[in-house]
Each structure stands twice: as structure tokens, then as C-alpha cells.
């Protein structure tokens, strides 16, 4: 199932959304973002596998959030609609 870019309003690409189904932007758009920090931000933070009070701290894996640049995705939208 297809959706509109939120920017030009066409729709966006079947293979970009099976790769990557949260976006909200076509390819071109998603290639413009990218000089304002890209659609989206992600963070890692450790996962600690060691006993509470420890002195010795052992790491498990890395959780990775991922969250929509807002200000990124708004300085895109200005941009397209002043050109």
C-alpha cells in the first residue's frame, strides 16, 4: 500500500516502503533532508546485564530508538514551498 509524501504529495515509492514502511517522504525528498539531519534521529543507549550493585558492568546488546526529526521534516517543507 502506497501514501503521499508529505512534502510533494506524490506517492511514494512501493520498494521504499517495504524497506523502510515509517517514512513519510519519496526518495528525492528523503535525499533533500539529509542537510537538515535526515528524517529521522536515532540513539543508542547499552543494555546492562550486570547485577545491580556490581562493581563490574557488563553490556548485553544496544537499544536504538529511532524518532521522526520533526524540525528537519518542517525546514523541508518551507523550503519546498518558498521554491
Known amino acids: 500500500?502506497?501514501?503521499?509524501?508529505?512534502?510533494?504529495?506524490?506517492?511514494?515509492?512501493?520498494?521504499?516502503?517495504?524497506?523502510?514502511?515509517?517514512?513519510?517522504?519519496?526518495?528525492?525528498?528523503?535525499?533533500?533532508?539529509?542537510?537538515?539531519?535526515?528524517?529521522?534521529?536515532?540513539?543508542?543507549?547499552?543494555e546492562t546485564t550486570s547485577k545491580q550493585g556490581s562493581l563490574k558492568h557488563n553490556y548485553g546488546g544496544v537499544n536504538v530508538t529511532k524518532t521522526r526529526n520533526a524540525d528537519a521534516v518542517e525546514k523541508l517543507r518551507r523550503d519546498y514551498e518558498s521554491s
Do not use: D, N, W
Open 1 to 46: 500500500m502506497t501514501r503521499p509524501c508529505e512534502i510533494c504529495k506524490k506517492m511514494i515509492e512501493e520498494e521504499r516502503l517495504e524497506v523502510l514502511p515509517e517514512t513519510r517522504l519519496c526518495v528525492e525528498h528523503a535525499k533533500a533532508i539529509q542537510k537538515y539531519g535526515g528524517e529521522f534521529s536515532l540513539t543508542g543507549s547499552y
